[in-house]
């Protein structure tokens, strides 16, 4: 991928249409350079509201190949659910995935699902979530665009996962229906969320229910950042609340729901906008062997010092903030 420039005005760019929606009414921001050799134009689109990036089209599959890329914290959560799965320990496992708001998200609405109920996964990554639903005895398939997450999710946990492109909707027709689909950090990474989540819908039984997490664009604009913590080209899109009821509430009834307040993540998310941004080349994330760790500068100890002192205070003396990844989707699909 060659390098991308863009402009830091805020005039409307008439050159480019936006990625969700198609207007033309776009404004260039600024941009996020998460890399050296790399620059994405950051646009904001005043018809759907939403903020977006272009990306590279492979960087699924190479960043789940790759044992030393941003998702390696995935591969260390598959291999400690690995092992449990295999022991039969279902609890064990629920107890570890509901430490992380997102899946506990999944892990408590479908609590009370039935026995009978079919369920697909979209974007499953190290087939983690599903491997928990499989112990409980559910019938659910992982997806995932990435064949490399396909084929070590399959190495780990069975032949219960499939390669799936679901912004192809001949492909998503061909698996039937489901009474629950589910997607976690998925859908801030598609190229065009409008159809993948019409895809989704289309797939539901009538009465099924949707559930997904996105990039909350309304905790990047309180914490006066240009983007989310996770930089393109990964994440490329973030929704405003008025997004999903605007777009999708003909044919589902929806509920937008944020992750409880915690003063401990606040902190964090407040004093990460002092910490020097790492600008590597993005090179390292495809070799073979780990980089060196890097060491721990006097500028880390004093921001983790601060950070120590304020956590005790910050329910009193910091405004509350939404989480970046804390927005919630439910949606139930209406009758046909």
Known sequence: MEPMTGKSDTDPDSNVSCRICGSH?????????????????????????????????????????????????????????????????????????????KFRFIIDKLALLPDSAKMLEIGCSQGYVTAYFLSCGYDITGTDISEAAVSRSGER????????????????RDLGRFDVIFSIGTVGCVDNPVVFINNLLGMLKPGGMLLFNCPDLQSVRESDAVWAGSPPPDVITLFPETFWKDYFSGPATIEVSYEPYDHRKNVKLMLSRFQPRQNTSPRSIWETSPPPLPSKNIHSRVVHAIEVLLIPLSGRLLPKKRLVYGQFITMIKKPE
Request: with cysteine; hydrophobic share 30%.
């Open 157 to 172: 946990f069975g032949d219960h996962f499939l390669a799936l492109n679901a912004e192809d909707k001949e492909r998503c």
């Open 25 to 101: 009414r776009v404004k260039n921001i600024g941009r996020i350079d998460p890399y050296k050799e790399f620059r994405f134009p950051v646009y904001d689109c005043s018809e759907c509201g939403c903020r977006f990036v272009w990306r590279d089209h492979a960087i699924h599959d190479r960043l789940h190949a790759c044992d030393t890329s941003p998702y390696h914290w995935q591969i260390s959560l598959a291999n400690r659910i690995e092992e449990l799965y295999h022991r039969h320990n279902h609890q064990e496992i629920k107890k570890i995935l509901s430490q992380t708001m």
